[in-house]
């Protein structure tokens, strides 16, 4: 049975829980709860010596990061997450590593309370997000707002879309103003009429 080691708020655990609901992929999802900083324990670092989650023990072998995780699934079940040219799935690529490499880690929380408190309150956490997450969506409008197609890139869901799901539900938390994100509101629109994309949202997991 494929494990998943996760936590309900987790964008890159949320990332996994899309990927494994459209595979139609049967798990067994273990919490590891961050507010009580069980990543850190003995038992995650054996398994995640970044002390992060999600873990996933799939095939045999125990894996983490999310994108390479999502990358490795891409291969071995053939969804065509990454599908195209070669120059079309750098775009895609490209799209997945906006929110996931330059908006997320800037946005975990655990960053934006080093900041809180390093700037002695004059930075507040709601002043942070709001910052970082509107500054990295509005460079995401501008490589999606030219494509067709109801997602992302063309009218099958990719890399990108299962990043973007995760980021747009952090911007919605935080109270980011999403009127001048068009074409992210119509991508959003049709990935939430995905059944496998519900499925996967916070609220379905939230202990």
């Known amino acids: 049975m494929t494990k998943l080691y ?7 655990s949320y990332r996994l829980r899309i990927a494994l609901a459209l595979l139609g992929e049967t798990y067994e999802s273990v919490t590891v709860n961050l507010l009580d900083g069980e990543q850190r324990g003995p038992e995650n670092l054996a398994r995640n010596p970044q002390g992060l989650v999600p873990t996933i023990e799939i095939d045999g072998a125990m894996l983490t990061q999310s994108l390479a995780i999502l ?13 195209g040219t070669a120059a079309e799935r750098a775009k895609i690529r490209a799209i997945a590593y906006a929110i996931s490499m330059e908006i997320h880690p800037v946005c ?5 309370r080093h900041a809180v408190s390093a700037s002695g309150g004059a930075i507040t956490t709601e002043a942070w997000m709001l910052h970082f997450i509107t500054h990295g969506l509005e460079a995401v409008e501008r490589m999606v707002e030219h494509g067709s197609g109801r997602y992302c890139h063309g009218d099958a869901i990719t890399l990108a879309d299962i990043c973007l ?3 747009i539900y952090n ?3 935080w ?5 001048p994100f068009a074409r992210i509101r119509a991508i959003m629109a049709a990935l939430e009429d995905v059944q496998a994309v519900r499925s996967a949202h916070p609220d379905e997991w939230k202990p």
Request: glycine share 6%.
């Open 108 to 112: 975990n929380l655990h960053v934006a």
């Open 171 to 173: 911007a919605r938390r």
């Open 71 to 83: 990358e490795y699934l891409d291969e071995t079940r053939k969804p065509g997450w990454l599908s």
């Open 175 to 179: 109270g980011v103003d999403m009127e």
């Open 6 to 12: 996760d936590y309900w708020r987790s964008s890159a």
């Open 165 to 167: 799901v995760p980021q």
